[in-house]
């Protein structure tokens, strides 16, 4: 079993930065490809980036490429989404979530296994 905890959401204007962090727990960390996705009031939820096991590969969302980076540290189980020049229509309940035992990159919601609770980000402009 693992558990995800998000923090680091809250208010900024836009221009602003937030870096959100992802505290996973269980031993298997190291070998999930983690993912952040992203749930704005009526919309769909989307996946806004994704790092392997190994961390040798990315994705992100068209939306947020050049702005956002995603990062993992093993040694912490953490998994970080470095957010710069956010935009109003960046705001949204952010998650983390975990894909077990994968060495690829995994966009669909439906293919992960484990999710954080949800950390709330909003952008004023």
């Known amino acids: 079993q693992v558990q995800l905890v998000e923090s680091g959401g809250g208010l900024v204007q836009a221009g602003g930065s937030l870096r959100l962090s992802c505290a996973a727990s269980g031993p298997t960390f190291s070998r999930n490809t983690m993912g952040w996705f992203r749930q704005a009031p009526g919309k769909d939820r989307e996946c806004v980036a994704a790092?392997?096991?190994?961390?040798?590969?990315?994705y992100y969302a068209d939306s947020v490429k050049g702005r956002f980076t995603i990062s993992r540290d093993d040694a912490k189980s953490t998994v970080y989404l470095q957010m710069n020049n956010l935009k109003p229509e960046d705001t949204a309940v952010y998650y983390c979530a975990a894909h077990a035992g994968s060495s690829l990159i995994v966009i669909s919601g439906r293919s992960y296994h484990y999710w954080g609770q949800g950390t709330q980000v909003t952008i004023s402009s």
């Open positions: 790092i392997t096991s190994s961390g040798s590969s990315t």
